[in-house]
């Protein structure tokens, strides 16, 4: 799907900001607002959806459940252009792949691995928008 900066849903792209900064929580938790009235593309939110919670398991010590979430979102990524509303797969699921390298290795992963800072993925959008939302905005929206 060619992405025009103009089509991005605000909450996409509020998702895009917690998950950049780390709120992967947060950014699950306003993408699922996205999901739930989505179209075609309702398994590539869902992708991103269980990338943060993976992200979010990780930093938690929950390797096993980071695992699970990492391939299962890579999985349902997949399933779309690699260059996909403004995402560019190829380097988000390397990013990924890094930052998950030794959790993946391990034949076993219940033992906390300490995420490494550096090696955080962020997500970058091509074309990037003319503006961000507040993403706080979006937080609370089904309270």
């Given at each position: ?28 938790e ?34 096993r459940?980071?695992i ?15 260059q ?13 792949e ?10 076993d ?23 961000w ?11």
């Amino acid at each position: 799907m060619e992405a025009n900066p103009a089509q991005y849903d605000p909450r996409y792209l509020a998702g895009v900001v917690l998950f950049n900064r780390g709120d992967f929580f947060e950014a699950h938790e306003v993408w699922e607002l996205l999901w739930m009235e989505a179209g075609p593309e309702k398994k590539f939110y869902q992708a991103l959806i269980q990338a943060a919670v993976a992200m979010c398991h990780f930093c938690n010590g929950n390797g096993r459940g980071a695992i699970k979430l990492y391939k299962s979102s890579r999985d349902y990524m997949h399933r779309y252009e690699a260059q996909f509303l403004g995402l560019d797969q190829n380097v988000f699921w390397g990013q990924m792949e890094r930052c998950f390298a030794e959790l993946l290795a391990m034949p076993d992963p219940t033992r906390a691995v300490p995420i490494q800072e550096d090696l955080i993925p962020t997500i970058e959008l091509n074309p990037m928008p003319d503006s961000w939302p507040e993403p706080d905005v979006y937080l609370h929206e089904d309270e």
